[in-house]
T-cell receptor, first 116, second 117 residues
Framework: DAMVIQNPRYQVTQFGKPVTLSCSQT?????MYWYQQKSSQAPKLLFH???????NEADTPDNFQSRRPNTSFCFLDIRSPGLGDAAMYLC???????????????FGPGTRLLVL | AQSVTQPDIHITVSEGASLELRCNYS??????LFWYVQSPGQGLQLLLK??????LVQGIKGFEAEFKRSQSSFNLRKPSVHWSDAAEYFC???????????????FGKGTLLTVNP
């Protein structure tokens, strides 16, 4: 089945130690998103890739970076995790139509990040 | 900018009872509307969506939602709730940012559904 896969499902890191979260998709969608979701809150968009074009949200801290080496993969890098970065990180994908309006976003299962 | 309001933070229903989760949105044009469900520790699963056409939309797991333009609402309903429906439900609106070219999905704060046996 076509899907969005996130690895690992659980990640424990130390305060200040860089960490990378991975997302892959078999849907061949051209848009990929990263969201941060803290407990009992709505997902918050960090950034997204429209094909190779990176779009950062204005309030996303510089500590968060992303890479998309090809259509299928997208990575979230947290350069120096703080205690406040402990959250669920959700990857999503969508297919933008010819006028550049994305359609439905499909989410992966998420990676739960714990910062010690 | 678009916004989504889910007035009910937590709803408890008995198994077999009917369910309605409320969602109101604010957007200048017709938005794309979605309902997602999230079980504990899991990602978001799409229940249903409205883009255009018939305002009563059928989704998975027996859910439906009705788009009412006059009320700026997109309420989710299910005639008979099952214990497995206990989860958090998010309404979302997809629209272009004001003055921008980026398409964004704006979520409500969610409604937690508890189902009593």
């Amino acid at each position: 089945d076509a899907m969005v896969i996130q690895n690992p499902r659980y990640q424990v890191t130390q305060f200040g130690k860089p960490v990378t979260l991975s997302c892959s998709q078999t849907l061949n969608h051209n848009v990929m998103y990263w969201y941060q979701q803290k407990s009992s809150q709505a997902p918050k968009l960090l950034f997204h890739y429209y094909d190779k074009d990176f779009n950062n949200e204005a309030d996303t801290p510089d500590n968060f970076q992303s890479r998309r080496p090809n259509t299928s993969f997208c990575f979230l890098d947290i350069r120096s995790p703080g205690l406040g970065d402990a959250a669920m990180y959700l990857c999503a994908t969508s297919r933008a139509d010819w006028v550049g309006r994305p359609e439905t976003q499909y989410f992966g299962p998420g990676t739960r990040l714990l910062v010690l | 900018a678009q916004s989504v309001t889910q007035p009910d933070i937590h709803i408890t229903v008995s198994e077999g009872a009917s369910l309605e989760l409320r969602c109101n949105y604010s957007y200048g044009a017709t938005p794309y509307l979605f309902w997602y469900v999230q079980s504990p520790g899991q990602g978001l699963q799409l229940l249903l969506k409205y883009f255009s056409g018939d305002t009563l939309v059928q989704g998975i797991k027996g859910f439906e939602a009705e788009f009412k333009r006059s009320q700026s609402s997109f309420n989710l309903r299910k005639p008979s709730v099952h214990w497995s429906d206990a989860a958090e439900y998010f309404c979302a609106v997809g629209a272009l940012e004001s003055g921008g070219s980026n398409y964004k999905l704006t979520f409500g704060k969610g409604t937690l559904l508890t189902v009593n046996p």
